[in-house]
């Protein structure tokens, strides 16, 4: 008889998710029970998948009592994974079949305005997060999760990382600190993981230390695909490393600023307007930009208050950020709305632009707007500014077919 | 006696009984192919000599106003759900005639809700025989384990009219509960603790009925006014202390949603119906009372406030945002069946441009035209839909009936019909082969519209053609289907007995399909 284990969660809110309740046993055979609100439509279904994870992992004996709430298939595998291997620490792994569309890789400077944070052990959040088109969705292993569920959320992400369809979002998960991190690479590297996310950075060791553990699961795994970085900092100490953070290794493509724990660090508040954290933010962009890497701010935390997002977002940008963290889905629209140039800016960029290709096509060295000259950096800004209105859906690809020069 | 005989299959290939509790019934024939002829049923004849002449009606209890209406077994007895999960009255009602013995009752309301399950057990002891009305919660779960003595019947807020009118339904005796009245039986539902707005599902039981009770806890001195029951109609008035809870009268769906998958659903249907051409200066529209169809009215505002549009009338279920945008010039009428909160009943009573309707001007078959089909977008809801856009609005995947038909049917008729819904709820995928009850049939269906992408009805090639560069993730039905399948895997047919339990009708009174016994 082995003690009774259970994961997952139950109760009148949960949805997606199971409970499972497992024990080894001395005899007997398998005993598999399944409660099922889905039990019409799937308990067959269930039973199988059930029955073929516990002869996978040679389990003769034991009772399984599954209590689920519309879990999904590579949910109830995480569950019922997680549980035997509580008991009996097997040597193998169960994975799902890895989704086609997941196989995607991300580059370095690809767009990051939002990033939605997912709790790590609740599947419920995860299933539609990919529909809402955030630029990236972070599966949370560390403060979203209970210290008591962390391993169980382990077999969660990576499933999800496998049969969860990310819909083109960039793939992020955000690892515990300290060995606990570097364990959970194991769960994560082989199954395509676009970039990892690591709290409270201060110096280039820690970087140095997840960047060896990556090195060696790829090799083990044979994996080419890039594992890009985005260190957080959330401390003085951290804010006055952030530019040796930002340059400690070539995957690092972005840095983070996290608010909550740098303010709790100064013994000061967190205010809308900030200013207890203008120097902070404004490191970041600064070491980022140093080292030829993205700025991302932190994330706003009232779901309700869109026009407080709004006018964050305002600030933010005009700081130097390229993006910001968002814990709701609803808060994605506003963010990259903000964060796209507005309709005037736009405009402008439009004239400028045009100008510019009006030079080359006459072969002239100079961009002139009437009278005026424009200087190279004003044309690049101008450039970006299209680039992105053209990116973000606010103006048509082909806009200079039907722009009429100025 | 059975409580039904004789299977046919209909015009949309279901089975369904052509006897049903000893009465004939047609099937279903297609979409306005049934035209009966000859005359409606006609109410019994009064003599005004036989009333007070001083129009005081008012008896000393509702016991007492059923004894003089001459209840006894085997009655039909009529309730109205304007109070929805607050309701005070339909229970005390089958309460006195548990006590006085009567059997065999049939309930026919225009709705049931969760409030109303104790009488699950005046079904089991034999004072009800059966509903005809929608059946909800743990009676719907009654029904449809056969424990009901007779079959069920689910109309629609319209076909219950038709039923009536048709005589296929005569309704013994009708109990209006009713927020204001005067003792001579005018009465209204914008004034007193319970107001709920209107009381247009009680106007053809008030109308058509053998005897009419009136229920108040608000008596007001003769003339009760507005007086959308009219008096003429009244046999007693009934004062008790409380007729209805109020918070539960005017709550339930009534916010936007938070969910921001259904924010989604809403967002993209605003912008399909922009993109298609369907909102424009003076368009209509009507949006049930779910989070999700309230946030599209958000939504709608935005466009209508933007381009300086108005909406000509919008067809409620009213509440505060329909009413805000009424105040706020971005529509000229309310044309109300029902009201969902404290601000539509507010408006109803205050503003002359919201106006009460009820199923006869909005829905009723044997109408020369009804509103509905004047609408020119309709957003509703749906628990299933399948391939070929048929809808399911009464049962669930595992054939448990759980919601009424309501207003549903009718709605069908609008020029654009829209369903925004999940492609999958937990794990039951929304969109399937076969829908396990048919409530709407497909042709009657233009788009679905689901977190994963749009379905437009094959047959509506002028929004396919609208929508041909859209951004917005317009799929065929059958990608739709087997994405829910990718990810749900393929569920199983729910295991229905052959037994029928209730059947589903359509808006002409035919019957469309049967619901069967689930078999626990």
């Known amino acids: ?406 | 006696m059975s409580k039904y005989d004789k299977l046919v299959t209909n015009a949309a290939g279901r089975v369904v009984p052509t006897i049903i509790n000893n009465q004939s019934a047609l099937p279903y024939m297609g979409i306005g192919k049934y035209r009966p002829t000859g005359r409606k049923a006609a109410p019994l004849i009064a003599s005004s000599a036989d009333y007070p002449a001083d129009g005081n009606k008012v008896v000393a209890s509702l016991r007492e106003a059923l004894i003089k209406c001459g209840l006894k077994n085997g009655m039909t007895v009529s309730t109205h759900h304007h109070f929805r999960n607050g309701d005070l009255v339909a229970n005390q009602i089958f309460d006195v005639a548990h006590e006085m013995g009567i059997k065999d009752l049939m309930w026919f309301p225009s709705a049931s809700f969760p409030c109303h399950e104790p009488l699950t057990k005046y079904l089991e002891d034999g004072t009800i025989d059966h509903i005809e009305g929608s059946m909800n919660g743990a009676l719907g779960r009654f029904a449809s384990l056969g424990k009901m003595k007779g079959l069920g019947v689910l109309r629609s807020h319209g076909g219950r009219y038709q039923s009536v009118q048709d005589g296929e339904v005569h309704i013994d005796i009708a109990v209006i509960a009713a927020p204001t009245a005067d003792p001579f039986g005018n009465a209204n539902g914008v004034n007193g603790p319970a107001a709920c707005g209107l009381l247009g599902f009680a106007l053809a039981d008030s109308q058509y009925a053998d005897k009419v009770i009136v229920v108040t806890d608000n008596l007001v001195p003769f003339p009760c006014i507005p007086w959308q029951i009219h008096g003429n109609y009244v046999d007693c008035v009934v004062v008790m202390d409380k007729i209805g809870i109020p918070e539960k009268i005017v709550s339930g769906t009534t916010e936007i949603t938070k969910s921001p998958d259904r924010l989604l659903l809403a967002e993209w249907t605003a912008q399909f119906c922009d993109e298609a051409g369907i909102i424009r200066d003076g368009f209509s529209f009507q949006a049930g009372a779910g989070g999700t169809a309230l946030s599209i009215g958000i939504y709608f505002s935005e466009i209508l406030r933007e381009r300086g549009w108005k909406a000509r009338f919008a067809r409620g279920g009213s509440n505060k945002y329909l009413v805000q945008m009424l105040e706020e010039g971005l529509t000229d009428y309310i044309l109300d069946g029902q009201t969902f909160d404290l601000a539509g009943v507010r408006s109803m009573r205050e503003n002359p441009r919201h106006v009460n309707t009820s199923p006869f001007t909005s829905y009723n078959y044997h109408g020369k035209g009804n509103f509905a089909s004047m609408v020119d977008v309709v957003i509703l809801g749906a628990t299933e839909v399948d391939v070929n856009f048929n809808a399911n609005v009464v049962t669930h995947s595992d054939g448990y009936l759980l919601h009424g038909i309501g207003g549903w049917q009718n709605c069908l008729f609008s020029k654009c019909t829209i369903l925004p819904v999940p492609l999958f709820r937990d794990r039951m995928p929304v969109i399937l082969d076969e829908v396990t009850t048919l409530c709407g049939p497909g042709e009657l269906i233009d788009v679905i519209v689901t977190e994963r992408g749009i379905a437009i009805n094959p047959a509506r090639i002028d929004l396919i053609d609208k929508m041909k560069h859209s951004r917005l993730p317009v799929k065929t039905i059958q990608q739709l289907k087997m994405e829910a399948e990718k990810i749900c895997g393929k569920p199983d047919k729910p295991k229905l007995g052959d037994e029928i339990v209730a059947v589903v009708k359509w808006v002409d009174g035919t019957i469309i399909d049967s619901v069967r016994r689930v078999i626990s």
């Open chain 1, 1 to 406: 008889m082995g003690e009774i284990i259970t994961v997952g969660n139950k109760g009148k809110n949960i949805r997606s998710d199971c409970f499972v309740t497992f024990e080894l046993k001395d005899k007997g055979g398998p005993d598999i029970r399944l409660e099922s609100k889905v039990a019409v439509m799937y308990g067959n279904a269930i039973m199988a998948q059930a029955k073929e994870l516990m002869e996978f992992f040679g389990i003769q004996d034991a009772s399984l009592k599954i209590e689920d709430s519309g879990a999904l298939p590579w949910v109830l595998s995480a569950r019922i994974e997680a549980a035997i291997s509580k008991a009996v620490s097997p040597d193998k792994e169960f994975n799902p079949v890895m989704l086609k569309e997941n196989e995607y890789t991300t580059f370095k400077d690809r767009n990051r305005f939002s990033r939605l944070y997912l709790p790590g052990n609740t599947p419920g959040l995860m299933i539609n997060a990919g529909i809402h088109k955030p630029d990236g969705i972070i599966l949370d292993l560390e403060d979203a999760v209970a210290p008591d569920k962390k391993d169980e959320a382990r077999f969660l992400v990576r499933n999800a990382l496998r049969a969860l369809d990310f819909y083109g979002s960039e793939r992020m998960v955000r690892i515990n600190q300290g060995d606990r991190g570097i364990k959970d690479l194991d769960y994560l590297i082989p199954h395509n993981v676009n970039l990892i996310l690591l709290s409270k950075c201060e110096k280039p060791e820690q970087i140095h230390d997840v960047n060896q553990r990556i090195g060696q699961l790829k090799k083990k795994y044979k994996i080419h695909n890039p594992v890009w970085l985005m260190p957080i900092i959330e401390s003085a100490l951290g804010v006055i490393n952030a530019y040796a953070v930002a340059t400690a290794a070539e995957n690092v493509v972005a840095i983070a600023i996290g608010l909550e724990d740098y303010t709790a660090d100064l013994g000061t508040k967190r205010t809308t307007e900030g200013t207890e954290s203008f120097f902070a933010r404004s490191m970041v962009v600064n070491a980022a930009r140093a080292a030829g890497i993205q700025p991302i701010d932190s994330v706003f935390s009232d779901v309700a208050d869109s026009e407080g997002l709004k006018q964050t977002v305002l600030r933010s940008r005009a700081l130097g950020f390229d993006g910001m963290g968002c814990i709701h889905p609803r808060q994605i629209r506003i963010i990259h709305e903000n964060f796209a140039p507005s309709a005037e800016e736009t405009e402008k960029a439009k004239k400028i632009v045009s100008a510019y290709h009006a030079a080359l096509e006459q072969g002239l060295g100079v961009v002139s707007l009437g009278t005026k000259m424009i200087d190279p950096p004003v044309v690049k800004r101008a450039l970006n500014t299209i680039n992105l209105a053209v990116k973000m859906g606010k103006l048509s690809e082909n806009w200079r077919e039907t722009y009429e020069q100025v």
